[in-house]
């Protein structure tokens, strides 16, 4: 991995540190040559510190390190994205991100259509609604229904037609969010499943 350290004439390039999970971006820190080493070395995020004039382990003295998955550079090699799993609190005020976000998943767009079903759920009745029906049905009739949408992914599954399948698996998907709902569950409570089974 080349890097420009001398590009601003300090020896630094700046450091993006992103969860490598939530894919959240926690802090923004410095490195010089020593700094990336010792980081390489230990698998623990070091910055160079421009206040102290000195190197910093993140965590030295709270415990709440920034434990290395893997760091890649920018086009211009002078910038670092530095992926992580943070052990605890990533600022010094105490919050999760340095921006005083939530470092949890999102979920990108799945995650925007789970808020999608949430609304529709809360709706009026008198409003026409897909997903405001299948609420209203009850939770045998969605699981009645996640149910055909798995036997219909499973028998594509074995067809050879791509089309069909990933449109039945998004429908499988779709119905599977509305099940969750109609339990009082969301995708973050499956996600807190996984990752303790991963341990």
Not at 60 to 87: A, Q
Not at 120 to 148: C, H, M, P, T, W
Not at 166 to 187: P, R, V, W
Request: charged letters at 30%; aromatic letters at 8%; a negative charge.
């Amino acid at each position: 991995m080349e890097i420009d350290f001398n590009k601003n004439n300090d020896g630094l390039v700046p450091a993006v540190i992103q969860d490598s999970v939530t894919d959240k971006v926690l802090m923004l820190g410095y490195m010089n040559q020593e700094a990336l080493d010792k980081t390489l070395e230990t698998k623990k995020v070091t910055f160079y510190s421009r206040s102290k004039k000195r190197l910093w382990t993140k965590g030295e003295e709270s415990g709440n390190f920034l434990h290395l998955n893997e760091i890649t550079t920018d086009c211009d090699r002078d910038t670092l994205l530095v992926k992580v799993r943070p052990e605890g609190p990533v600022c010094h005020k105490g919050t999760d991100t340095c921006w005083e976000e939530t470092n949890e998943s999102s979920f990108g767009f799945i995650g925007y259509l789970e808020n999608v079903i949430t609304q529709r759920k809360d709706q009026d009745d008198d409003q026409k609604s897909y997903v405001k029906s299948l609420f209203n049905s009850g939770i045998n009739k969605i699981a009645q229904k996640v149910g055909e949408e798995a036997v219909e992914t499973v028998i594509e599954a074995k067809d050879d037609n791509d089309e069909l399948f990933l449109n039945e698996s998004a429908d499988l998907l779709f119905h599977y969010l509305i099940l969750l709902q109609a339990k009082g569950f969301t995708l973050k409570d499956i996600e807190g499943v996984l990752k303790e089974r991963h341990r």
